[in-house]
């Protein structure tokens, strides 16, 4: 069974602390790993998709890596306004487009 | 681009009553649209998976007759959740996969969410 697990549960940081969120998956074959963030009262907005190990992505503070265990969403020096629960999800190959969703990472970012 | 719209944002309604719930792509053709729950504090879970045209798939435990899904457009999907009962108050939210790109197939861009409060 596909599984994704993400850490920490939350996460306070200092403005300007820079930090990184985890994700580890099991997947029967990954077809991509994607990144989202999510507001409170909100839908998922979307940040970044990861098809194979070695893949980086990067907008603005925030950098997303992948290995074949895991993936990572690095912020660096983050504002108030990063502030968000971050959801991280697999999609295996062979499943049409099902995305299996972790529980998320909820960071506050204080001034 | 790539934007999903819901409405309503908000609904309440009686226990009994059917509740129906538009999902729009408003700028990209869905050939998939998904539907999913969102309890306080936990993340999202898979209801069921529409393809334009045809029936839904439903995930495991979820009652194809209780929660009814349309997509006779490529924009427009809707999610009817029928004889409501307070333990189906929830956040629905869905999403939709932009077919017309390879560099953007796989991703599900999502609607703001429904909040449904049955009381």
């Known amino acids: 069974e596909d599984q994704v697990t993400q850490s920490p549960e939350a996460l306070r940081l200092q403005e300007g602390e820079s930090s990184s969120l985890n994700c580890s998956y099991t997947?029967?074959?990954?077809?991509?790993l994607f990144w989202y963030r999510q507001d409170p009262g909100k839908g998922p907005e979307f940040l970044f998709t990861?098809?194979?190990a070695g893949e980086e992505k990067e907008k603005e503070r925030l950098k997303a890596t992948l290995t074949k265990k895991e993936s990572f969403l690095h912020i660096t020096a983050p504002k108030p306004e990063d502030s968000a629960t971050y959801l991280c999800?697999?999609?295996?190959?062979?499943?049409?487009?099902?995305?299996?969703f972790g529980a998320g990472t909820i960071l506050r970012v204080k001034s | 681009g790539a934007v999903v719209s819901q409405h309503p944002s908000r609904v309440i309604c009686k226990s009994g009553t059917s509740v129906k719930i538009e999902c729009r792509s408003l700028?990209?053709?869905?050939?998939?649209m998904f539907w999913y729950r969102q309890f306080p504090k936990q993340s999202l879970m898979l209801m069921a998976t529409s393809n334009e045209g045809s029936k839904a798939t439903y995930e495991q435990g979820v009652e194809k007759d209780k929660f009814l899904i349309n997509h006779a457009s490529l924009t427009l999907s809707t999610l009817t959740v029928t004889s409501a009962h307070p333990e189906d108050s929830s956040f629905y939210i869905c999403?939709?996969?932009?077919?017309?790109?390879?560099?953007?197939?796989?991703?599900?861009?999502f609607g703001p969410g429904t909040r449904l409060t049955v009381l």
């Open positions: 997947v029967s074959g990954l077809r991509g």
């Open positions: 700028d990209f053709q869905a050939t998939t």
């Open positions: 999403s939709a996969r932009d077919g017309g790109t390879p560099s953007s197939r796989d991703t599900q861009y």
């Open positions: 999800a697999v999609q295996a190959r062979g499943y049409g487009n099902k995305l299996v």
């Open positions: 990861l098809y194979s």
